[in-house]
């Protein structure tokens, strides 16, 4: 059975970093490319950021464009999405995904999802 379980939510002030993670299970890890969305209250599922699986695709929303980071470690089936310089606006469920092969940006086409975790960041 595949599962998707993130951790690390809760709530941090602007400016703060927060790591969330992502722990798979059952499925070949290291062939599915990865990424996290996000939903903030009253506002639809969106792509955050995401990479295939060789790592050389990256994806990233423009407006987390050098705070955030996703990393993975395919010998402990995790993902990772490092987030700098936290702002309000980046307050939502975020959403641990992945897709065979492609970094996973089209709702569609993603093939399992996490149960999410919250992030909340007060001004």
């Known amino acids: 059975q595949v599962q998707l379980v993130e951790s690390g939510g809760g709530l941090v002030q602007a400016g703060d970093s927060r790591r969330l993670s992502c722990e798979v299970f059952?499925?070949?890890?290291?062939?599915?490319?990865v990424g996290w969305f996000r939903q903030a209250p009253g506002s639809e599922r969106e792509p955050v950021i995401a990479n295939d699986w060789t790592e050389t695709r990256p994806y990233y929303k423009d407006s987390v464009k050098g705070r955030f980071t996703i990393s993975r470690d395919n010998a402990k089936n995790m993902v990772y999405l490092q987030m700098n310089s936290l702002k309000p606006e980046d307050t939502a469920v975020y959403y641990c995904?992945?897709?065979?092969?492609?970094?996973?940006?089209?709702?569609?086409?993603?093939?399992?999802w996490g149960n999410g975790t919250l992030v909340t960041v007060s001004s």
């Open positions: 995904v992945v897709q065979l092969f492609s970094p996973p940006t089209i709702p569609d086409r993603v093939y399992y």
């Open positions: 059952g499925l070949p890890f290291s062939n599915y490319g």
